[in-house]
């Protein structure tokens, strides 16, 4: 299983990548995609959709089930991966790069500090 050790996780199976922009890419895990099995449709919100950190900000549908995306941060969606509505397998094919979800101007800082380290999301699916 793939865990690239320059990205952080969330508890909820999701990686983020700083930009070092002020803004931080989101997408869910290989191990994530893996128990969804075969993705069918991703559902995000819209750029300008702003939330606090845990609320919701779209659905991953697989033939399995379907699961909510948490936002691991407070912030604004600025661009979505439009891929994704045409190629939403994309996110089991390749999770950490062509099958990010969205990027997101991030609120708090302090926030992507507070998430959790390869190391620390290995003992999570452990």
């Known amino acids: 299983m793939n865990i690239p050790s320059d ?8 990686w983020i990548r700083d930009n070092g922009d002020g803004t931080v890419t989101v ?6 995609q893996g128990e969804l099995g075969d ?4 559902e995000l919100e819209p750029e300008g959709f702003e939330f606090d950190k ?19 941060v407070d ?7 439009e891929d994704l509505e045409d190629d939403p ?10 099958g990010w979800m969205v990027k997101i101007k991030v ?14 999301y290995q003992d999570v699916i452990d």
């Open 75 to 81: 912030g604004e969606i600025v661009e979505v991966n």
């Open 7 to 14: 990205l952080k996780y969330t508890q909820e199976h999701e």
């Open 39 to 42: 993705i069918v449709f991703v």
């Open 89 to 98: 397998e994309l996110v089991n094919n390749d999770p950490y790069d062509k």
């Open 27 to 32: 997408g869910i895990t290989d191990f994530a």
């Open 107 to 120: 609120s708090d800082a302090s926030q992507v500090e507070e998430l959790l380290s390869a190391d620390d």
């Open 54 to 72: 845990d609320e919701v900000f779209g659905t991953v549908e697989a033939v399995k089930t379907v699961s909510e995306l948490f936002a691991p």
